[in-house]
């Protein structure tokens, strides 16, 4: 896959693509149906998607709490999974956001990107203010010679699928909703990073890793499927994770603590995917160290049978 940044500047061969436009945070239902539209639309040109980073709403709001379901090369990777071609990953910022929707449409699409096709979601809003809707698009479309194709909003046995839904049901615990809606487990990837060593000490001994720009689900104890995507410990394994602050010795900041069962090596640098199956329990200050321990044999006897079906 092609990663291109600046609509002004784009290759010959990166032009001419059917793209789904949107921000596609989770890449969930909704959006794996519009890519799969895309590729209808135009099955002889290159399958695109047009995004922004950072997120329109890290730009506008960059004090709001962490909403994003994916990083960036998370998203990159699930895409690319999906037979994406080409990512059109633009730089969102001040002269992007100021762009009136005729100037988006033809400055971005038509003139820079030369996209042959577009598909966006009913609705689809976009240019400065979010003045342009899915009606200025099409006529757009016909005016500068591209197509334009507006996808129906899905809807999932839960509701509408979106990564509002998917969000709320990962801040209630409920991780099997979440996949329903993504049709994927959620998951948290990034590098392993030194931690404080105690489940050394405990005797589970953990990969931590950041949850920094997430949305934060639920916290407390998951049982998870793990998949080690580099290093010498590549692979898929089943695991038990805790994503919170650690009450029992007075955490501050928010991370993802995995241990992986059956496992032996050092994961220091590696990159994990951590996927969230099923919530077990909320954190929990014990009154001993034993009793914690107690409870982590239980969580681990728990979700080793949770993740043989899984």
Known sequence: MRIIRDYQYVAPED?????????????????????????????????????????????FAPESPPFRLM??????????KLGVERLYELN?????????????ARRVIHTGLGLRHVVVGADFCFGKGRSGN?????????????????????EGSGGQVSSTAIRTALSEGRPRDAAAQLGHWHRIEGRVIGG????RVLGYP?????????????????AVLVDVLDGPHVGQYHGAASIGIRPMFNGEKPNLETFLFDFSGDLYGATLSVGLVEFLRGEEKFESLDALIAQMDED???????????
């Open 196 to 199: 404080e060593q105690r489940g």
């Open 134 to 154: 899915v009606s200025d698009l099409q006529q757009f479309g016909r005016q500068m010679g591209f197509g334009v194709t507006v996808a129906k909003l899905l």
């Open 300 to 310: 681990c006897v728990r979700a080793r049978k949770i993740l043989v079906q899984a």
């Open 71 to 80: 990083r960036r090369t998370a998203r990159t990777s699930r895409l690319e």
């Open 206 to 222: 953990t990969a931590n890793m950041s949850i920094d720009g997430l949305h934060r689900p639920k916290f407390g104890v998951y």
């Open 15 to 59: 032009r001419g693509a059917s793209v789904a436009i949107g921000n596609f945070d989770g890449v969930h239902l909704g959006h794996q149906a519009v890519i799969r539209m895309a590729q209808e639309a135009a099955p002889d040109a290159p399958l695109g998607v047009l995004t922004f980073e950072p997120h329109p709403r890290e730009y």
């Open 92 to 104: 969102f910022n001040a002269a992007l956001a100021s762009l009136t929707p005729d100037e988006f």
